[in-house]
């Protein structure tokens, strides 16, 4: 009650400053002596501005969500602009003393600009009272709770894409992300106390409002309430821990954590349905309450039929639909920057985002994961104290997988390890062994091997591997390139390291590769010069990652997927084992690796595998030489000889020439249309009709609109004129 009499005053008293404080705006002035119905006006205004701002909104955003991500500056300021004036202007609030309908509001003319200014003026005065008075708290989410309404509107699908489901979850995003970067901003205010003081009065402890939080918690909680797509985010980011703050560290890498399961008769439904069969007949026993949450899937404990401990993951309801609509959002998100943005273009941030979400529509497929965890398993038999679950592929299926139990710590809890008597610096030891074996010598590497993934079974001092979901491929060509790498980084080889990362990375512009090699060798110089305990891979990728940017160059996928697992395995490493140094360990384990893989056996194998790799090849080979010979001589005998030419380097240029031509053309078209449109409009503002009465300020506010238009046009040639040199 106290929530719903705050809102009805700020709002009131919202619109009362903005009629007070736009000019063209007043209320009639045959009504001004009459208090109460103008105080009763005002409440019931700010009460309709609160109810168009709590339903419209979300429902103009559900039709046209997709729309704001490209034209988000005049949308929104189109929509207040119709919000202000349907909910003041527009009301039919009449004086009832007087026997006749007289409005209460009034604009002067254009009226068109005054509901444009009050609409603004309304949601800055909106956005500054409801941040004092706390009214836009965020509260602490407990978990996503299923929606019955996504798998519906995904059955709306256009294509391969769902609007409707897009547009919700845009509607749902921006409310959030408003409501705590609102927090965040008032919190660093000095009007804190005021809204902290307000927070506890109208929220007390029943909706457990947000307060007294730190920007890292805060984030933290926004991600779990923005869904599985940004706690992923947030824990890739994570992942580069060695770059932010601990507190920052500590937050992030409570994502997860605290989730509200959902209930054991939708677990025991998805099952029954993936594997067709009841979980009294599939198991022996069945744990009602979920071992573990996230934000993906819970997991329950299971006793199989011949008695074996195991576990079930059990993917969350309709998850994949929101998942997959976030994806999509964010994939336009790049698409908008690489248009506008030249450092996103660069940055190839449409290739990063289609990288992302590939990775998280693999990880919702739990075959996938499955045949990842037995071929790793199989990867990993050389070292005797690494483990990876069984997966029991006869009770899992694409949202369900059944793997056997294991238990343990994270392999970064030192306290517990020290107090089981483990062995710390042999684990360091033989993690970062395990690590360098999957990325340099298999190819084929945990993607995710953050502590949460990767435990500790105290009574034997195994290492075991957990959610096979992110898993990365390497070439061989790309392997040696990265063991080249790690080479001369043990050998502290700066202007070799420059070279190396020359072959690992793609070309987005032109480059000056001896200043590129001087930049490396300037920073890596400087980098080894403060490392006093021996250089890591993750400070030496932070400054090879400045001089790349600095000259337009990005690693391919694959090896950023490889370099993040490193770089937290070292994290890892660090962790267990602080004075080992980090770059000679890995070398040295490369080296011993090296040789137990590559023994006279291995070799004589892999060499036998190339020849009759190579003999098929020649086999395969002869028809098509056979027949390429005989029309050579056909061709000879008749007097002619056709010469080809690889023009395809000359066809992708004449490609980009017709493009550049093609997108002239459109600015041509737009700047003859544009021109027209002002010059139009402004002959038609000075034209009296009757007709159309409003003809002159319609056509007044087309050529303030084309005007604006022409100058930002404008301004943005001119900046990209300046960071290109191209117009």
């Known amino acids: 009650m106290l929530y719903t009499i705050m809102r009805i ?145 995904s059955r709306l699908s256009m294509g391969e894409r769902a609007p409707f489901v897009e547009n919700l979850r845009i509607a749902q995003t921006i409310s959030i992300m408003s409501r705590y970067f609102r927090d965040l901003a008032f919190d660093a205010t000095p009007f804190s106390p005021i809204r902290r003081f307000f927070q506890r009065l109208i929220y007390r402890k029943k909706y457990r409002p947000v307060i007294d939080e730190s920007p890292a918690a805060t984030i933290r909680l926004m991600l779990q309430e923005l869904g599985p797509t940004f706690v992923k985010l947030g824990q890739i980011i994570s992942s580069r821990a060695e770059q932010l703050p601990p507190e920052w560290r500590t937050e992030l890498a409570q994502l997860q954590n605290e989730v509200e399961p959902f209930s054991c008769k939708e677990a025991k439904q998805i099952i029954g349905e993936e594997l067709c069969g009841s979980t009294e007949h599939l198991f022996t026993s069945f744990e009602d309450e979920p071992f573990a949450a996230a934000s993906t899937a819970q997991v329950h404990k299971v006793i199989l039929p011949d008695g074996q401990l195991a576990v079930v993951k059990v993917q969350r309801p309709d998850i994949d639909v929101t998942v997959r609509a976030d994806l999509n959002v964010m994939r336009d998100v790049a698409r908008m920057m690489e248009r506008r943005f030249i450092w996103a273009k660069e940055s190839d941030v449409q290739g990063i985002m289609r990288e992302y979400a590939q990775a998280i529509l693999l990880e919702l497929d739990y075959r996938i994961e499955a045949a990842n965890g037995r071929l790793l398993a199989e990867n990993m038999r050389l070292f005797s104290t690494i483990h990876v679950p069984i997966i029991y592929g006869q009770l899992s299926s694409a949202r369900v997988m059944t793997q056997e139990y294991v238990k343990g710590v994270k392999i970064t809890n030192v306290a517990a390890l020290d107090e089981a008597g483990c062995d710390r610096p042999l684990l360091a030891l033989t993690f970062m062994r395990a690590i360098i074996k999957q990325v340099l010598f298999d190819g084929f590497f945990h993607g995710d091997p953050h502590p949460g993934n990767v435990l500790v079974d105290t009574e034997c001092s195994h290492i075991i591997f957990l959610d096979m979901g992110m898993m990365g491929s390497l070439t061989t060509a790309k392997r040696m390139a990265l063991a080249d790498l790690v080479w001369s980084l043990a050998e502290q080889d700066t202007r070799e390291i420059g070279k190396v990362v020359l072959r690992l990375t793609t070309r987005f512009k032109e480059l000056d590769e001896e200043h590129f090699l001087e930049e490396v060798d300037r920073l890596m110089k400087r980098y080894i010069a403060f490392a006093d305990m021996g250089i890591s891979l993750s400070g030496a990728m932070t400054a090879i990652f400045d001089a790349m940017y600095k000259v337009g160059l990005r690693l391919d996928s694959e090896l950023t997927l490889a370099i993040k697992a490193l770089i937290q395995a070292e994290e890892i490493v660090s962790t267990l084992d602080p004075k080992l140094a980090l770059i000679d360990a890995a070398f040295t384990a490369a080296k011993e690796l090296l040789v137990e893989t590559f023994n006279p056996d291995t070799v004589m194998k892999s060499i036998q595998r190339q020849v009759i790799r190579t003999a098929k090849e020649a086999v395969r080979s002869i028809p098509s030489i056979e027949e390429t010979v005989t029309n050579w001589l056909r061709e000879f005998q008749r007097g002619r000889f056709t010469v080809y030419v690889d023009a395809s380097e000359a066809s992708k240029q004449i490609h980009e020439l017709d493009a550049s031509l093609t997108a002239n053309m459109k600015r041509l078209s737009l700047a003859l249309l544009l021109v027209g449109l002002v010059v139009g409009a402004s002959i038609a503002s000075t034209v009296e009709s009757t007709l159309l009465p409003n003809l002159a300020e319609l056509a007044y506010f087309i050529f303030l609109s084309g005007v604006i238009l022409a100058g930002s046009i404008i301004l943005r040639t001119v900046w990209h004129w300046m960071n290109t040199g191209e117009l």
């Open 9 to 153: 005053l700020v709002n009131t008293l919202a619109v009362f400053l903005t009629v007070w404080l736009v000019p063209g705006l007043m209320t009639n002035p045959a009504i001004t002596n009459e208090t109460a119905s103008l105080v009763v006006a005002f409440i019931f205004m700010g009460s309709f501005v609160w109810f168009c701002n709590w339903l419209l909104w979300p429902v103009i955003l559900f039709f046209t969500g997709r729309m704001v991500i490209s034209v988000y500056p005049p949308f929104f300021v189109a929509v207040n602009a119709y919000l202000f004036y349907i909910s003041t202007l527009g009301l039919p609030i009449t004086s009832g003393g007087r026997g006749e309908s007289i409005p209460f509001l009034v604009a002067a003319s254009p009226t068109w600009l005054w509901v444009v200014v009050g609409g603004l003026l309304l949601s800055l005065i909106l956005f500054v009272l409801e941040g004092l008075t706390g009214l836009d708290s965020p509260t602490r989410f407990r978990g996503p709770l299923r929606q019955t309404y996504w798998r519906l509107l």
